[in-house]
């Protein structure tokens, strides 16, 4: 009974932070399918990290508010219905997710399991021979709520996309990778500094202050 209590006070206590979430209001009224965009927004313009032209891969993707960002980033010059930017593409932008999203004009989404290689293998192929400028990665496992099997289910899914930016970002290119902080934290961040000439470690404004979550940001392969 008392774990049932706990339980509605914290579905409570999120969906009141949920409804008065500044950014939550803000991607509503802008078009935005959540408020993480504002996370890859702050980090774009913290490390000017997209420019029109690039092909970008956008690992865990659903609902699609990354690439949403991306696309607006690719062609600024117009908008739609709900604030979708519309018109000529200035870009590449290929999606991936386990789950399903509604299609974004110019977004080549595929649905999948990122840790199977069939699914690794048609992103290879929807990517044609042609080097990434960025990878872009919101990816996060299902939590067990045991600390060492979360642990490595996360860094399983950040090597898995080190590997992919080893064969097939350009040497300038850049990795985005959501991590959280805790058990294997160090770790990761060592990895990335292995592969990156440039590691940085940035916790965007939209990311909410309870959260553990933080961003890793690697630019130019060693």
């Not at 993480?36 to 997209?50: G, N, P, R, S």
């Amino acid at each position: 009974m008392k774990t049932n209590t706990k339980s509605k006070k914290l579905n409570k206590a999120w969906l009141n932070d949920h409804v008065t979430d500044p950014y939550v209001k803000l991607a509503q009224k802008e078009g935005y399918r959540s408020r993480a965009a504002y996370k890859l927004k702050e980090l774009d313009e913290e490390f000017q990290l997209t420019r029109p032209g690039q092909v970008v891969v956008d690992l865990g993707a659903a609902p699609g508010a990354w690439s949403q960002y991306l696309r607006r980033r690719f062609a600024p010059k117009e908008a739609g219905a709900g604030g979708a930017a519309v018109g000529q593409l200035n870009g590449r932008i290929i999606a991936l997710d386990l789950l399903d999203f509604e299609p974004i004009e110019g977004v080549q989404f595929i649905q999948g399991d990122f840790r199977e290689d069939e699914v690794l293998a048609q992103l290879e192929a929807a990517l044609e021979g042609r080097p990434v400028d960025l990878v872009v990665s919101d990816m996060a496992p299902n939590l067990s709520g045991i600390a060492s099997t979360d642990a490595a289910r996360i860094a399983h899914l950040i090597e898995l996309a080190l590997d992919f930016c080893a064969h097939h970002l350009k040497p300038e290119g850049a990795l985005v990778a959501k991590v959280f902080h805790g058990s294997g934290y160090d770790q990761l961040v060592e990895a990335f500094r292995q592969q990156f000439r440039r590691v940085k470690v940035h916790k965007p404004k939209a990311s909410r202050d309870r959260s553990s979550e933080t961003f890793l940001v690697g630019i130019g392969l060693k």
